[in-house]
């Protein structure tokens, strides 16, 4: 579960483009079992704002601890080609980062272009 700073983020537009490639990700993924539950969609929380909420399970024989690394460095790095901003609940505080200079990246990359970018995070297996 992360949560959104939507201050220093592109908005819900780039929240909702991060769900679907989460989801297309999960379901091309080879070592997620594919016929259990999953899901990957946006909730929203009252107190801490929106968040992403993923769920999946291994494929029989596949190391959890294996998969659940492979998708955080794979979240990190599609949040950051969003220049969405992903805080841990938990240890959310103000941040240092300025909001204009990460209004000014997100400005700078097409769809088209953000979505070739995420292309290239999906699983090779």
Known sequence: RLSVV???SGGA???AKLADFVCRWIDSHA???QT???KANIKLDVQHGPFLEAIFYPRIGAKRAHIR???VVMI???AKLLNLCLVPVEIRT???WSNDDILNEVSADTMEELDARLESLMPND
Request: charged residues 30%.
């Open 31 to 33: 070592k997620i079992d």
């Open 6 to 8: 939507a201050g220093l």
């Open 76 to 78: 990190m790095e599609a």
């Open 13 to 15: 537009t780039r929240l």
């Open 69 to 71: 690394t492979e998708f």
């Open 36 to 38: 259990s539950y999953k």
């Open 94 to 96: 103000s941040s240092a």
